[in-house]
Each structure stands twice: as structure tokens, then as C-alpha cells.
């Protein structure tokens, strides 16, 4: 094999690493594979040519517009995966786990272009929650909105997984509007290299909207300010380090962090030996411990058991762990590969080493691969039977494949050794008792970003404990970094600012390419329904005639539909109810009157109401009153080639011009 | 007078100032009036305190009933504080002055208050977003949920709103379920002890809540961790020292600065001398320069005006600031009072000695007062002509009664300038003009936390550029420090930690105290419309009999409500819409047979039915097809002696058993 140069790619052009860059060697046999930094780059000019070229150019743009982009993106590099397969192997990971990590990367494009269609607004700004009334007349509101931010995010990887870890930060990161400057870990930069060029190669983002940095970032921090945003994956100890520069401390860029943390799973107390719960758990554990070789931030490392159970599972765990055949990772057969370097193992082997001090070794030979070439290493399990003195087990990670059984006394015992990781990305419950889960949830939930039940419900549906999912949150507070990664358009936010926006309802509306109560309504053209999609003004209104409702319809409405609530049909039970005056109308019934108000009957460019929300009824409406209707054009959400959805701002009013009700109605209008 | 000892409140106890205390001199004649700092306070042991005693005891109770005695709180509060004006005078504030901190602060409660029991559950956990289909069959499911952090608040607060600054920061802090210790500035501690005094007097909230440290915070920081807060504001040097401490680069607390910064307020192009938008302006700038004497950190420091109109708003803003009486705050005539110390205003004077450096003071005279006891000053007014090359004019804050015009030429520069205080927690704009707004918004809304637009049509409505409203974000980017306050609830979660849950249905619902699509359903028993609101279980179930839509029923339902939209009426129109195979049942007519299936006639505990949420018809039903209904009581929320609000789902199936509508009841149901 030829040693690969690894590029980075500045400003529209790949720069070649220079002759001090890094040789990147194999984990599999220790030969030369590859150097990465070096190159010629001006990191200042990067920073203003990703928050100029590329800013602007995804600020151009709608949430909708590159949420497509992001589908195009996932789907070009869907089907070009396999060249990528190839390489990973080179990092030392399985056929699994290089699925993982590609598969698992481009699927996140697909669910953030999802999620932003479905969740984010076809428009330049995004709303956050509701309208706040400021005002006593409703001429002054409140609206907070998210915009984004003027900089670039700047994303520092870590090198377990070079795809997906590139690809997860991206998604949310493009969706927002930011560009992006990639900087993956030098030592399986070759891969993120390969899949940052298939997307350069696709030229679906614009020119600046992604740079790659192979090898060091040089002064790049120094040249971040309160519009920037950095996002980083590694040990816990240089976050620290980072964190305290003045890019964040000063100037205001954001810091994000993502650590390594001693991540824990516990059997209830509900299972034993024979119930499922047992079982599920011993193999998610095995399962932790390989996939990867155990580099993943969010895998096992301490396994929190009933004192009574503690033997038995660790036999069955040690039973597993037998059966992983540890080996060459291009080899269907291997169920573990190598780690990703020699240097990594010298560093997984000296942790153990202090796990050793406070823990015995019950699986697993930490000589075995000693004189190999390449950087495979045994499964350890450890066991400590004094997890409440000990101290390293809770505080060393051994970033590999290795995790230590300890015994617990009661539910009390477990939730406080499950928080001595002092924060983490995940932890894991299996118990099919709904009472303790929610007395975990209780005492534990605030020390971890993500807490993953699992039992004979769940069986085989469940993703597992170490897999984050973009709909989820991934990060976790103190040892785990105190960030936050995913979790849908959570994580759009981190790369926006809200600002909170107060102002007449009219500008509001402006702002946020939407009707707000209160606004101008627009009479002149035809009936709204008769309007096809694009011609559709915001703000566009029907106000209907007035209609009585008699006695007659409120028993006839009864009769026909079954309902004799006795609110409708008694005049003194409904006179001793709080809330009515005596017998009142249904409210279906003025739902339905309203859209027979409202309704234009013919065929026209309204295809179908699909729904309606928010719903309430303001005040109850007697025998006699009469309502009439008030129907507005509010937003518009362009959906495909055929329709688009309209969501209407609808307000009952009676005789005397008071709100009866009020509600949204969804239409789907043909273009 | 005689001087006062500024206590603090620790562990229960009142601390009283040791030897070594500052000493605290009257801003209206120099007098002593108090000392304050160097008690004897073990800050390791006050952390503990909070965290334990005042943690364990928040956390027991759930949002509402946290809710209910930060209503007692300010009801407590409001009733005494005419007392706590009297001291406000010796900060050198006017009535006017006092009413912002005292009321505003009060007012802050109130809302709180409102906004915990109306948008957040009667409950120990907050859902955040809602259910996350994880997996095909619905089986495995995710959840969001914010629980307390199991920390201690710490809330570092400024000189200049000292009743305001400490109710603003606590409010959302013990909604949470979060312990505090406040710290405030020691010029003006003697007012916020005064306040904090009748809150321990109160005993509303549990021991151990709320702690006051009156002078340094000593090692405090050292014994902060992962679970801990700290709310910061002042000004921008300190809080970038504070930020870098190791209990927030390693140990993983919170820290959120709200900084002073260098607020702007544009007048837009559209304005003429003569419009609305031109006197509200002049009259906004005058408020902001002499309310509090301009010791304010949203108050406007610069005043970013069209070219054209440069020399007319100065000589406006001129005229006004002629009428401002500055003088002794106790004297209701007095429209400024002083400044905070002696101190503030040397350093505001040296200030605008830089400021002179690139403006002409046009207005106000910088020896006045010079030879007073008191901590008097003028007005100032400067112009600067040339805003593109100065820079003192965007970055030197004198935090007083000083502010710079400076001429614009087009709104792209307006918004140029408005952006290079690099980061401010609000601008304001005067614009009759929507696009112009939104021009701003796509240009500014990145810099600022916060927009207030005003024009004829807010008018008098309009809360003021400098308020800071619980219900709006208070913070911003940048040069404001990048943290955020108040927000309604948004604020509450600062102190929150939030988590991903993963599970199956039921146990999600156990956790979350509701009932989650997929769950058990419970049977047995009466009807659940005979439940009364205690009894009633989430969960509970009533699936009805089945009932068949005929042809006669549509048409039935048309005549009678007026609707004959041609998907009910035309076979053949029918089905050449996309979305159905021929003639369909309305919508309104499948909810209103579903309540006939559902409800229970007589009088009993449901009161009425107030409301419906996310209703979605998901698939079309024909003449001949059935339908039944599931109702599940899905959440409860009590409101009153009398009712509580009950949440159910509901869902609505065909004879094929496929789910043809579904939506949320809202139900009011009596105890």
C-alpha cells in the first residue's frame, strides 16, 4: 500500500501536509499508511472565508433549502459507502463496526433533512415557543426567534469514529445556517478525509460552507470571536485546557464539549439469574465491551450488580466474552478488531493497570498480543468488591475494551454509585420495574445526559445502550463535558443565537412570515379557499355571515350524534355547572356550523383539512346567540410538488363580537 | 442615621460583618450608613447546606407547589415594600427608580409564579419536547426530561438593582427546585439584606433555600462541581477572570454572565422629524439616560440616528435633558438622583473623558456637582461625527447618565453599527416600516439578545428598551457576556439538568406521569366521565361500541351544518382529489359521532369539555365504514378547590382497526 497524503482543503482549494506532518501507521501491522499537517494554512483566512463565502451563502437559503441539501448530501454518500468500508479498516474497526460509524453518520444527515422539514419553518428565522402577550390591548408582543450565527462552527473530532463523528456535528451545523471547519484526529484523518472529499466532489453545499483541517489547528483560536462556535470530542482533560482560553473567556465564542466518562449499567434489583433483564444485560455488556475494541465514549465501563448476582454475572459475561474472536478486522469471522494504534493500547494497557490496583482481573490476559504488530489487545473484566473505597474505577477511563463488575446493596447503593462517574454520557438500567426506574430517574437522572431502560418490552427494538441517536441528546454534565450534541433541533440551536424580539403584531408577523392576531387582515380578491398555494397571502381573511343557533339545533345535534351530555340537554343540571349559564351548544356543534360558515364547496385548490390544534372554548354559547367566523391565512409550509400545507388562525365570535372559540386549522392547498 | 451592619445569612444564621468590612457611604451626602463583608463564614459548609438541607427539601415538592410559594413570596413582599423604599433613596434612587427594582422585582415573582403552574406540570419532572419514535413498532421510545440540578445557585449580583437583581435570578432558581446564595454588590447590600430579611421572616420556603454572603464570596469557588450554578452580573472584565476558574473549566459548574454592554437605538430612515417614531425616540433616550442616573446595562449608550436627522434628534434630546432636575432622590420633583458612590462616578467621568476623545459633548456639563457631597452629575450628551473610524464610542461603556449620537447613511451601515459593540443585551429600533425591520433582524439579530421595535402603533403600550421582561430572554452575545436570564421558563431551565430517556412505553409514562401511547390500559371500574379528579387513574380506558357512517349521515351532516365541500358531496370530484377514494365522512362529523360513542350523559364529576390539541384525521372513512373510540387519561393537573384539568388521549378506528383520527380532549373534572 502507498502512504496516503492527507489533505486538508482551505478556502476552495486541498493543501498537501508539509514535510514536518505526522506518519500515520497501521493498527493492523504497523506499516506506513499515511501523513497528515503541516500544510500551508493561513488559519485566520479560513475562519473569514468559512463565515463570508460560506455564511452568506447558507444564510441565502431556508431551513427547507438546505434540509434538501442535507437529503442529497446523505444519499451521494450513501451510494458511494463502500469505498469508505474499505478504509475503515485500516483503523483497525470490523465490518460492524465501520457500519457504525459510516452508516450510522450518513443516517444522521437523513433525520436532521427530516426533522428540519417537518420541525423548522420554510423561512430564514425560526421561532422559538409561542407569542408572549406584553400588553394589555395585544398591540405590543413578544416573540423570541433563533437566527444564525454570523461565524463559523469550528468541529474537533475524536478519532474513533472519523465519519459519523464528522458527519453528526455537520448535519445540525449546516441546518442552522453556520459553516463548518472539520479538524478530525490525525491518527484516522485518512477516512474523514476520504468522506469530506465525496462531499466536496458532490457540490451540493456551497463554496466555504465546509474546510478540513488535517493535523493541528495552529493559532486558529486566536482568531475566534463572540460569533463562533467550537464543538468538541476528546478527553476530558484537554476540554479543560480549552475551555479556558479567552476565544471563550473573552471574546465570547461558545465551547462545547463532548468527554469521555465512566459510563455505568445496572441490573435492577427486580432481576434474576432466569429473567430476561439478566440476559439482555450480559450481552449488551459484551456488546460495549468489543464493538470498536471499546473505544467509545459512550461504552460500559462499570457494571453495577445486586451483591447477590454479582458471581453469576460475571460467569455469564466471562462466558460471552470466550466465544469474541479478536483479530484481523478485514475478516467477516473477526467479532473484534484491533484498537486504533499501538500508542492507544500502551495507554489502554497502563490504565488497567490502575484499575488492577482495586480490582481483580476475571477475564482476559492483558499479555496476549504482546509481540503482535498490530495493536490488538484481550477483553478485560475486572471485578471490585469494594466499589464504595475505591476510587479509580469511578475516575480512570481505559479507553479500550475493558469494564469493571462491582455489587451493589440496594437501589439507594446503586443510584450513588452510578453518580461516582461524576457525570456522564449515558447509563444504562435494566429492570422491568417502573417504580425503580422512576426512583433512578429521581435520583440520578441529573448526572447523566442520556439514561437507557431496557427490558422484555423493549427486547430486541432497543438501539442500545452506547448508540446516540440524532433524536436524542448526546453529551452529558461535569466528567461528560457539560455539552450537549443532537437531540434533533435542540442541537440546530447550539450554532444560533435567540433573540428575543418585541414589537406591534404586524412586525412580528413580518419578522416571522406569519400572521399574528391583531394584524391587518387582507379582504380584497376571492374567497381564500378558492387561492391556489403560491397565491395565497399571509394575513389573507374570510369573514363569514352570522348564523343562530336555536334550541332546535342543539337537540336535533344530540339526536343526531348520540351526545346528550346533560350540559345540552338539561336546563337545570346545566345551570348547577360552574361553568355554564344553563343549556348550551356542543362545541362540535359550532365546529361544524363554523366550517359550514366557512367552507367553499366547490372543487378548488383546497384539497383536504388534515387537522386542527389548539382548540378552546372561550365561553359557552347559549340558545339564541349567533356565531360568525373569522378564517386568516397564518403560515405556509411548501410540502412537494403537488401541495403545500396552510395553517389558518380561526376565532368564533358571538352577537356581541366575543370570542366563543378559537383554534388553528391545517389545510393542504394544491400549488 | 446610624450605620448599619449589612449581616449575611448562613446556615440558618444571621452573620454579622467582621473588622475588616467594607464601609458603606451615603451617595446623596457622603455619610456613613453601614458595613458590610468579613464575616465569619465557612463558604465549603454554606454549599453543603444549600445543597442538602435546601436541595433535598425544593426537590421534594413539584413545580406547582414551588409555584405557589413564590406567590405567597411576592404577595409577602408586596405588602411590606414601602419599607424597603426608604432605603432604595440611599442608593441614590429616585420612587421612579425604587418602583423598577422593588415592584419589578416583586412583579417577577408573580409571573413566575403564573407561568410554573400554567406551563409546567404538577410534577418533579419537566418533559422537554415530546415522545421520540425510536423504533418501528413504538415499542422503544424516547423522552426528554429536565430534573433539578442536585446543586446550589450561586447569584452574583450587580450594585445597581439591588431588590430586582436578586428576585429576578431567585425566581426561576427555586421554581426549579434549586437552592440559592446570593451575593450582592456591597455598595447597596443594605437593601437587598432588607428584602432577603423579610423572606426568612416569611419562612415560605424551606431552610437551607435561600443564603445571603454581604461582602466576598471567599473560596466559595473552590468547592463548586458539576451540579452547581453560577448567574453572573457585572461587568465584562470580571466575569472573563471569574470564567476561567477551574469549577467551570474542569469541574464542570454552569456559569452565565450578563454584562454591561454598549446598547444602541436606531431611528429608522423611514422617520421624519415630524413622524411618531421621531418624538417616542427622543423621549426613549432621555428615560434611558436618566432613569437609575443611566446606570443601567441596557441602557442606551448609543444613538444611531440618519444623517439627515443628526442635528434635529440632538437638539430634541437636548431640549428634554434641559427639564431634567437632578438632586436629592427623597424629593418627588427629582426626575435623576445620584449616582450609586463616589466611586461610580469618577469612574463615569473618566469614561467619558474617552468617549471626548472621539465626540463633542453637546449637552450637559462634566464639572457640575464637582465640589458636592452627594454623587451628583449632569446629563452627557456627546456627538460623534465619524462612528465608522471611532472605536471608544463602541467599547467604552460609562455606566451613567452618558450617551453618543452618531449619523448614519443607509440602513446596511445602520446596521453596521449597531453590530460593533460587538454583542449588547438589546438595541432598539424606531421603524414604521416592516421590511426595514426584518432588514434588521436578518442583519443585527445575531448580535442582540434582545430587539425592541417601537412605533405609532405600540405606542404608549411599548415596555421600554431598557425593561428587561420575565417573560423575554435578558442577556446576549458577546460583549454582553453569551448567557441568558429570565425567558419565561426558559430561564427555569439554567438550573435544570436535562436528560434523554429511553424506553418502553410504560415506564416513560411512569416517569413522566402520563399516559404514553402503547401502554397498559386500565379497565376496570366505572366509566371514566364518573371519575372524579382524585380517583382517576392515568391510564384509565373506555373503549366504546362501534357505530356505522351511512351516505344518509353525511348528507345528513351537510344540510344541517351548511357544509358541502365537494370531498363529502361529489362521488366523482371526490375522487379526483389526491387524498380520497370517493366521497368521505367530514371530519367534524367522525369527532362529533366519537363524542357521542364517549360521553356519559349525566351530570358527574367532567364539568366540560374546554378544549382539543393536535387533531389529525389520518385517513379517510366512507360511507359504510365504522368507527369506535379509545379515550385514555393521559395527564392531570390540578387547578383549583374546586377542578383539575384532565389531559386524554384519544383515538378513533375504523372497522379494519386502523387508527382514522387521533387528537388530545381537554376535560375540566371536578374533585
Redesign the interface.
Known amino acids: 500500500m502507498t502512504a496516503r497524503l492527507v489533505s486538508s482543503y482551505c478556502e476552495g482549494e486541498w493543501v498537501a501536509p508539509g514535510a514536518a506532518g505526522s506518519e500515520i501507521f497501521s493498527p493492523l501491522d504497523g506499516a506506513l499508511i499515511g501523513s497528515c499537517g503541516d500544510g500551508d494554512i493561513n488559519f485566520e483566512e479560513i475562519a473569514h472565508f468559512a463565515r463570508t463565502h460560506g455564511g452568506n451563502a447558507l ?1 441565502a437559503m431556508t431551513f427547507h433549502q438546505r434540509a434538501h441539501r442535507l437529503k442529497a448530501l446523505a444519499t451521494y454518500l450513501n451510494e458511494r459507502r463502500e469505498q469508505l468500508y474499505e478504509l475503515s479498516f485500516l483503523t483497525g474497526a470490523t465490518w460492524r463496526d465501520a457500519m457504525i460509524d459510516i452508516d450510522g453518520g450518513i443516517s444522521t444527515l437523513f433525520v436532521y433533512s427530516s426533522k428540519g422539514r417537518r420541525e423548522m419553518p420554510d423561512s ?2 425560526y421561532r422559538d ?1 409561542g407569542i ?1 402577550q ?4 395585544g ?2 408582543l ?1 416573540q ?2 433563533c ?4 461565524g463559523v462552527g469550528v468541529h474537533i473530532n475524536a478519532f474513533n469514529f472519523p465519519a459519523w463523528g464528522m458527519l453528526e456535528k455537520m448535519a445540525p451545523t449546516l441546518l442552522a445556517g453556520v459553516p463548518a471547519i472539520v479538524k478530525p484526529a490525525t491518527q484516522t484523518s485518512f477516512l474523514t478525509q476520504a468522506c469530506f472529499a465525496m462531499m466536496i466532489e458532490s457540490k451540493i453545499f456551497p463554496p466555504g460552507s465546509i474546510q478540513l483541517i488535517a493535523g493541528g489547528i495552529g493559532d486558529l483560536f486566536d482568531h475566534l ?3 463562533d462556535i467550537v464543538s468538541f470530542t476528546g478527553s ?1 482533560q484537554t476540554a ?2 480549552l ?2 482560553h ?1 476565544a ?5 465564542a ?1 465551547f462545547m464539549a463532548e468527554q469521555d466518562s465512566l459510563n455505568a449499567t445496572v441490573l435492577g434489583t427486580d432481576c434474576t439469574v432466569e429473567s430476561e433483564e439478566f440476559t439482555m444485560a450480559v450481552r449488551e455488556v459484551v456488546r460495549e465491551m468489543t464493538t470498536k475494541a471499546g473505544q467509545k465514549c459512550t461504552a460500559i465501563r462499570r457494571i453495577i450488580v445486586p451483591s447477590n448476582l454479582t458471581k453469576e454475572f460475571s460467569k455469564a459475561v466471562t462466558g460471552e466474552l470466550t466465544s469474541i474472536s479478536v483479530g484481523d478486522p478485514r475478516n467477516k469471522e473477526t467479532r473484534m478488531g484491533a484498537l486504533v494504534s499501538h500508542r492507544q493500547k500502551t495507554d489502554v494497557l497502563a490504565k488497567a493497570q490502575m484499575l488492577a490496583e482495586e480490582a481483580e482481573l476475571v477475564f482476559g490476559d492483558r499479555e496476549q498480543f504482546s509481540s503482535h504488530e498490530g495493536a490488538y489487545m484481550s477483553p478485560l473484566l475486572f471485578h471490585c468488591s469494594d466499589p464504595d473505597s475505591a476510587t479509580n474505577i469511578h475516575s480512570v477511563e481505559a479507553f479500550g475494551p475493558v469494564a469493571t463488575i462491582m455489587p451493589y446493596r440496594d437501589t439507594a447503593h446503586a443510584i450513588e454509585l452510578v453518580n461516582r462517574g ?2 456522564s454520557l449515558v447509563a444504562s438500567i435494566f429492570t422491568n420495574d ?2 425503580l ?2 426512583e433512578f ?2 435520583g440520578a ?11 422484555r ?3 430486541k ?3 442500545g445502550h452506547g448508540s446516540p ?1 440524532p ?4 453529551g452529558g ?3 461528560a ?2 455539552g ?1 450534541e443532537l ?2 433541533i ?1 442541537g440546530v440551536m447550539h450554532y ?9 403584531p ?2 412580528l ?3 416571522t412570515d406569519s400572521w399574528v392576531r391583531g394584524s391587518q387582515e387582507i379582504h380584497q380578491g376571492p374567497h381564500p379557499f378558492r387561492m391556489h398555494f403560491g397565491e395565497l397571502e399571509i394575513g389573507k381573511t374570510f369573514r363569514s355571515k352570522s ?1 343562530q343557533i336555536t334550541l332546535e339545533d342543539i337537540e ?2 344530540a339526536e ?8 345540552h ?2 336546563e337545570e ?1 346545566a345551570s ?5 349559564p344553563g343549556r348550551v351548544a ?4 359550532l ?3 363554523a ?3 366557512f ?5 378548488g385548490p383546497v ?11 372561550l365561553k359557552p354559547v347559549s340558545p339564541g346567540d349567533s356565531i360568525y367566523v373569522r378564517l386568516s391565512a397564518k403560515e405556509k409550509t411548501n410540502r412537494n410538488e ?2 403545500g400545507e396552510v395553517l389558518w388562525d380561526v376565532e368564533l365570535f358571538n352577537q356581541d363580537d366575543e370570542p366563543v372559540a378559537s ?1 388553528n386549522l391545517l389545510t ?1 392547498n394544491a400549488h
Do not use: C
Open positions: 444564510r430564514k428565522i415557543g408572549e406584553l400588553s394589555q390591548s398591540n405590543f413578544g423570541h426567534i437566527t444564525p450565527r454570523l470571536g463572540a460569533q476530558a479543560g485546557k475551555k479556558g479567552e471563550f473567556t473573552v471574546e465570547g461558545r461524576g457525570g417502573n417504580k426506574a422512576r430517574v429521581e437522572a441529573a448526572w447523566h445526559g442520556r439514561l437507557y431502560f431496557a427490558n418490552h423493549t427486547g427494538e432497543g438501539t441517536l433524536h436524542m441528546v448526546h454534565p461535569g466528567r463535558g457539560g450537549e437531540g434533533g435542540r444560533m443565537q435567540r433573540t428575543a424580539i418585541q414589537g406591534n404586524d412586525l408577523g413580518a419578522i348564523r336535533h345535534f343526531f350524534t348520540g351526545d346528550n351530555f346533560y350540559a340537554m338539561d343540571a348547577a355547572n360552574p361553568f355554564f356542543h362545541g362540535y356543534l365546529l361544524s356550523f366550517a359550514g360558515l367552507v367553499d364547496p366547490d372543487p384539497l383536504a383539512n388534515y387537522g386542527l390544534d389548539n382548540l378552546r372554548f403537488e401541495y383554534y393542504m
